[in-house]
């Protein structure tokens, strides 16, 4: 009899996306996104804590996509805080496998802000997650929808983590807040909150044995006081916590004793490294910069962002950058801001937050364009 032409059953087909031996690694690699889980019904009590275990992935993880919800909730009395939805998180902590902390922020900062003037996602209006067509704005019933990312690749296919080793996954940590945190008036019927995480990775080359350029650099946002606080209409230095790395950028936030952010900003901040003015601007020129460096994006109260992601141009290009302009520090750099004075508050005194990204490279920081 003669046998037919069909497939045995079991045998996987051979890949047809495989290229050539030679060239930069995204060009043997694809793109991917895949489930990791869906935590639903935490509630709002200031006490629920998000500790799903990520499992492995056939490749190198560039940073998890959230998708944060409130559903449940009724009534028609909902009033929400300045920070809300996103400060339905009290602590966000993303660290790798050896406990290197990536991000360690409060929601608002981490869920809005990182993505907003961080460069790792989006261009132009998708940096600002509000204008996603996933966003559903909160409601009177307390419900309300948002997608955000936590990001690990900071220039294209650099900063990723490998995820094919079980034993070498990174772990995220989401403390949530209580609900009196996002609502000022809560609705009848207090909502449930939702946590979903994909993953967007790299799979790993097929026929060619090659690794991401710079494996095991890590881009870190750390959210820290600055010190000393700041009276009302005080002239005081503030400094930076030390850093270490390359910095590739930072968000300033101001807020008063009452933990409302405040434009109380001084009519030309200085920027000091060292004792060196890196930055002696007006304000509003600063303002300016924000416009330009994140695509006209709105800047949200008592918020200010500056970025060392311009190399290519006077716009933030997200992913596609040279990181030549990364300001080189190390624990014994001082950076400071000096208000002459800082402007006025009804409810003193003022704090200073820093959300800084410090690149630290597994051996001599990659500048140029890796994948050409």
Known sequence: ?????????????????????????????????????????????????????IPS????????????????????????????????????????????????????????????????????????????????????????????VLPFEFAKAYGTISGANASLLPTILVNWAASASVYTTAPTTVPTLNFQVDSDFYWLPE????????????????????????????????????????????????????????????ARPRIIVDGVPLIDSDIRTIYDDMYISFQGTSRPAGVIAFSRRTSLAQTDLGLFDTGETYLSTNPGTLLEVQGAPWGTVANPPMTLNVLAAQVVPSGALIQGLPEL
């Open 207 to 266: 026929g060619v044995d090659i690794a991401p350029p710079g494996l095991g650099t890590t881009c870190q946002w750390i959210y820290q006081q600055a010190n000393p606080t700041i009276g009302s209409g005080g002239s005081v230095i503030v400094q930076f916590p030390r850093m270490g790395g390359y910095l590739l950028g930072f968000i300033l936030e101001l807020r008063d004793s009452l933990g409302n952010r405040v434009d109380a900003w001084p």
């Open 57 to 148: 992935a056939p490749g190198y993880y560039r940073g998890m996509r959230c998708i944060v919800s409130a559903t449940g909730g009724t009534g028609t009395v909902a009033v929400y805080g300045a920070d809300a939805p996103y400060n339905a998180a009290a602590l966000v902590t993303v660290k790798d496998a050896f406990g290197t902390p990536l991000i360690v922020a409060p929601g608002y900062e981490t869920f809005f802000l990182l993505p907003k003037y961080g460069g790792q996602f989006g261009t132009e209006f998708s940096r600002d997650i509000s204008n996603l067509p996933s966003f559903q704005a909160g409601q009177l019933n307390g419900n309300w929808t948002f997608s955000t």
């Open 1 to 53: 009899m003669t046998a037919s032409g069909g497939v045995q059953a079991g045998v996987p087909q051979p890949q047809t996306t495989v290229e050539p031996p030679g060239g930069p690694f995204i060009r043997h690699s694809q793109p991917g996104r895949r489930a990791l889980y869906n935590q639903t019904g935490i509630t709002f009590n200031g006490s629920g804590i998000t500790t799903q275990p």
